[in-house]
């Protein structure tokens, strides 16, 4: 166990629909990032969240947004799926910026059907 | 722009070999962290090792190393005895000094026959 706990481990939905993905980071890290993991795009970055204020986006789409709570833990919201979405979404945490690394959760498979 | 490149997508071994997983870099930054992760079957990253742009001693943990070249802008991975629990995919990541943004290479794909 990573300390680094998402939530659903496995998601089927059909295109158009939204999902959310949950993420509590890893207890004492103010960071969490969002990656995206296809077969054909590799890991991606998406975005992350600095106690609680957006710090730095990557590939994110405008049908994608996310938010940290107070509490620290975030969600990514999916919206308008396509089938080209379907893959494995990462949540990370880390201490500060992510210069002593990071910690990953075990991820969600999103299958959109 | 930041790139980390790992050239082998797949490298197939045989137990108690030894194996090479290479990682090279292209940053202008001259404070910069790297980085290991491993990604077994189950799907989880985990983290194996950081090194900062300071610090070219290379490391041993066990039966992995890391040598680091500044020279020649790479940070490769060696398995020494591999076994077939190493069998998992492989990624190199750089991190900018001052930069949110981390840049992971495509990752390698080790595969550990017995």
């Known amino acids: 166990d990573s300390g680094v706990t998402q939530t659903p481990k496995h998601l089927i939905t059909a295109t158009g629909q939204r999902v959310t993905l949950r993420c509590s980071p890893r207890?004492?890290?103010?960071?969490v990032y969002w990656y995206q993991q296809s077969l054909d795009q590799g890991l991606q970055f998406l975005i992350q969240y600095y106690n609680g204020e957006e710090r730095a986006k990557g590939n994110i789409l405008e049908r994608f947004s996310a938010q940290q709570f107070p509490d620290l833990h975030s969600e990514l919201n999916l919206s308008s799926l396509e089938l080209g979405d379907s893959a494995l979404y990462f949540c990370?945490?880390?201490?500060?910026?992510?210069?002593?690394?990071?910690?990953f959760g075990s991820g969600t498979r999103l299958t959109v059907v | 722009a930041q790139k980390v490149t790992q050239a082998q997508t797949e490298i197939s071994v045989v137990e108690k070999e030894d194996v090479t997983l290479d990682c090279v870099y292209e940053?202008?930054?001259?404070?910069?962290?790297l980085f290991w992760y491993k990604q077994p079957p189950s799907g989880e990253l985990v983290f194996l090792i950081r090194?900062?742009?300071?610090?070219?001693q290379n490391e041993i943990s066990g039966r992995y190393s890391w040598n680091f070249q500044k020279s020649t802008s790479s940070f490769n991975f060696t398995i020494t005895a591999s076994q077939v629990v190493d069998s998992a995919v492989y990624f190199c990541a750089l991190l900018p000094g001052g930069s949110y943004i981390p840049t992971f290479g495509r990752g390698t794909s080790l595969i550990v026959h017995p």
């Open positions: 090194r900062n742009s300071f610090d070219e």
């Open positions: 990370a945490s880390s201490v500060g910026q992510g210069e002593y690394g990071y910690t």
């Open positions: 207890s004492g890290d103010l960071s």
């Open positions: 940053t202008r930054d001259t404070t910069y962290y």
